[in-house]
């Protein structure tokens, strides 16, 4: 985290508690037992937040000089602690920060009115333009763990770039990741318009044009293959990851200066899309290469599919469950999904319609016996 690389470079050490072990911090829960007693139960409210920093900083500034600590003598923490010295002279050592973030600037004091110095008129804060549509983009740290999740999907960039600040830029057709102004990854979007709408909402910002590379100076290449039982195909020597809900399916493989594009060859609808591991020249050199044909779209129409109740009126559909009632227990409906929502066609003819709050592939078509558990004696 950007926190711990900055204690690391200012030779601070982040030490934290171990889980259910409350008695270590028990001298956290002190020192707030007396920030309460000997100041917030006799304080007034304050009339801002600059008040209340004020004041806390002159609590913090008797409490280290001049307030006795019984468990030091009675002595104050002054009495005891000291900065570091050389040759004689006190200096304080300069807080290091990374090169995104810098101290903020001391606010300006307010203009007093000329009759008696009261404060003038507050200036509104500047707000940003509203969200209109169209792709976002966010910065996010790497966790130590080198995983990232936004939007209910995990994004893996490993943890030798934890610490790493890196940049969004979404839209509902793909996600582009970029570090340093060097694009890392891209990958078929997740993400409905009322993601893109959430994700502005939690400071998200209007994208600007995609960080692509220069367009290409060598034309796009196809070739057909067979996706294996593990959802892989061979692409000049190598084992490419397809996906393994495509696993025995005949698939085009559109390949790019950087992008592989699996779609179907009858329909000319994408399926996946991957990073490519070619060079233009190896790109052309590729057993059964052809000249590509116009870029593969995704499709929009929605995926149909049935679904048998359970007992309770429940189904799932794409990892996402809808209580339809009981009094549509095993009775066969059919559910029309889309990317943002889901449409369920009852046997009377009436319709119900959620929104769909999950990015999981539809995986099961057909409605399905619900298993009863065996008998245990």
Not at 75 to 98: V, Y
Not at 317 to 341: M, S
Request: net charge positive.
């Amino acid at each position: 985290m950007l926190f711990d690389r900055i204690c690391r470079d200012n030779g601070i050490t982040h030490r934290l508690t171990q889980p259910r072990h409350p008695t270590t911090t028990g001298k956290i829960e002190r020192f707030h037992g007396s920030l309460r007693r000997e100041l917030l139960n006799d304080a007034v409210p304050f009339t801002d937040l600059a008040a209340a920093q004020a004041a806390v900083d002159a609590w913090v500034s008797e409490y280290n000089t001049t307030r006795p600590h019984q468990a030091i003598g009675m002595a104050a923490p002054a009495d005891r602690f000291s900065t570091a010295t050389t040759q004689g002279e006190q200096e304080l050592l300069p807080l290091r920060l990374p090169p995104a973030i810098a101290l903020a600037p001391a606010p300006a004091p307010s203009p007093a009115s000329p009759a008696g110095g009261e404060p003038g008129p507050a200036v509104p804060p500047v707000r940003d333009e509203p969200y209109r549509g169209g792709p976002v983009e966010f910065d996010r740290t790497v966790p130590p763990s080198g995983n990232m999740w936004v939007a209910g999907k995990q994004f893996w960039l490993g943890t030798g770039r934890a610490g790493t600040l890196v940049r969004f830029w979404a839209d509902t057709q793909v996600i582009h990741l970029s570090a340093a102004g060097t694009r890392i990854k891209s990958l078929r979007s997740h993400l409905s318009p009322a993601d893109l709408a959430k994700l502005a909402a939690a400071g998200a910002r209007p994208a600007g044009a995609p960080p692509l590379p220069p367009p290409r100076r060598s034309p796009a290449v196809e070739v057909d293959r067979t996706v294996n039982r593990n959802g892989h195909v061979g692409l000049g020597g190598r084992t490419v990851m397809a996906a393994e809900i495509l696993a025995g399916r005949r698939v085009s493989i559109r390949v790019e200066e950087n992008t592989l594009m699996f779609f179907d060859p009858g329909t000319r609808q994408l399926l996946r899309t991957r990073p490519s591991p070619f060079t233009p020249e190896q790109a052309q050199a590729l057993q059964g290469a052809r000249p590509a044909g116009p870029p593969p779209q995704p499709s929009t129409a929605p995926v149909t599919v049935q679904r048998l109740p359970s007992a309770t009126g429940v189904i799932v559909v794409a990892g996402q469950k809808i209580p339809l009632g009981r009094i549509h227990a095993g009775q066969v409906v059919t559910v029309h999904v889309t990317t943002t929502q889901i449409t369920i066609d009852f046997g009377d003819g009436g319709t119900r319609t959620v929104t769909r709050t999950t990015s999981k592939p539809v995986r099961s078509f057909k409605a399905q016996q619900h298993r009863k558990a065996a008998h245990v004696s």
